[in-house]
């Protein structure tokens, strides 16, 4: 009888011990932490270029407000949009180049090994509505925990193609 209750005794403690702690699951946006991404590397024709923050900052800015389904809030971005960055690193989007664009998709890359797939058409703002950028700050301020560099999409429903840590983004063409 006393070793029972000894033993119920022990038992409840530990489930007192284990509940906090497996009542601490991660709400749905939450997500484990990547190694910061300092820097980016971008391939054209399987020729990689690694720029650091510094080769972005002094390009062209194009800042984007997106409102993030997960966190519910509206977020402003700022960076390089995507098309400008290939265009700087051998994928113009001019008569030539159009072909190439159509016929190539995008893998963009975070530093978790985390990757998406965009089509070339879809990141041509002549060709599509949305804008597709490489983010370096957020509200006005760098991005912190998410990396030197982010991929925001502006027509994207929910945030799962936003790639945070970005480390790599590369232009394969489809034959
Ligand atoms: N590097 C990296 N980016 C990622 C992910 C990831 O696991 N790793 N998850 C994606 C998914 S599925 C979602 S829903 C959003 C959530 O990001 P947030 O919590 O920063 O809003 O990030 C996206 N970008
Ligand atoms: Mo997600």
């Known amino acids: 009888m006393h070793r029972t209750l000894s033993s119920l005794r022990i038992a409840i403690l530990a489930l007192a ?12 946006h939450q997500h484990e932490k990547a190694p910061v991404s300092t820097h980016l590397t971008v391939t054209v024709d399987g ?16 800042t984007i407000t997106v409102h993030n389904e997960h966190t519910k809030m509206d977020e402003t971005y ?8 290939l265009a700087k690193y051998g994928a113009p989007f001019d ?3 159009e072909k ?15 990757y998406v797939l965009y089509s070339g058409s879809e990141v041509e703002p002549t060709m599509h509505n949305a804008e597709v950028i490489v983010a370096i700050t957020l509200n006005g301020k760098p991005l912190a925990d998410d990396g030197q560099f982010k991929l925001v999409a502006s027509g994207d429903k929910r945030p799962a193609r936003w790639v945070r840590n970005l480390s790599s983004i590369s232009l394969v063409a489809v034959p």
């Open 17 to 28: 011990v284990a509940l906090p702690c497996c009542a601490q699951t991660m709400p749905e």
């Open 47 to 62: 020729k990689p270029t690694t720029l650091a923050v510094e080769d972005l900052q002094a390009m062209p800015q194009k």
């Open 78 to 85: 700022t960076g390089v949009l995507l098309s400008d960055l």
């Open 95 to 97: 008569k030539p180049g």
């Open 100 to 114: 190439k664009i159509f016929h190539s998709y995008l893998r963009a890359e975070g530093t978790d090994k985390y």
